[in-house]
């Protein structure tokens, strides 16, 4: 369980590799159409490197929405359970800066009040899937 655990923790450090891998620059300023393709090139790449990756949730968005959801390997090893949508991943040290980046664009927005707690923003029942 420790391995899976530790395995886990990666999971954040590689989607950023892999978002700054996938998505060039010059990507931003193309079309949706230019991108149609980032769901292959995903599975090429997690198919390359699926002997070296416990279990893996990909999301690909832009301004308009979701592009790409795709779910690989295993959440659990030892009882053959795959990712799904429902999966709570570990969080690793690299996830910090997507959360900080993240609650201050919604600070920015008007969205979220960083002196109230956090409890009041996540859903219902959150807490007791950790």
Request: glycine letters at 8%; charged letters at 20%; one cysteine or more.
């Amino acid at each position: 369980m420790k391995k899976i655990l530790k395995n886990v923790t990666l999971i954040p450090l590689l989607l950023v590799m892999l978002f700054i891998w996938l998505v060039p620059v010059d990507v931003y300023a193309a079309e949706r159409d230019a991108i149609s393709g980032i769901g292959s090139r995903i599975d090429a790449f997690v198919d390359e490197h699926s002997n070296t990756m416990a279990g893996l949730a990909v999301s690909v968005m832009n301004s308009e929405g979701i592009i790409y959801n795709g779910y690989y390997g295993c959440a659990d090893r030892e009882n053959n359970i795959e990712v799904d949508d429902e999966t709570v991943m570990e969080w690793g040290s690299i996830s910090k800066l997507l959360v900080w980046g993240s609650v201050m664009q919604l600070k920015e927005q008007g969205l979220i009040d960083l002196d109230t707690d956090i409890g009041t923003y996540l859903p219902e029942g959150f807490l007791t899937r950790l």
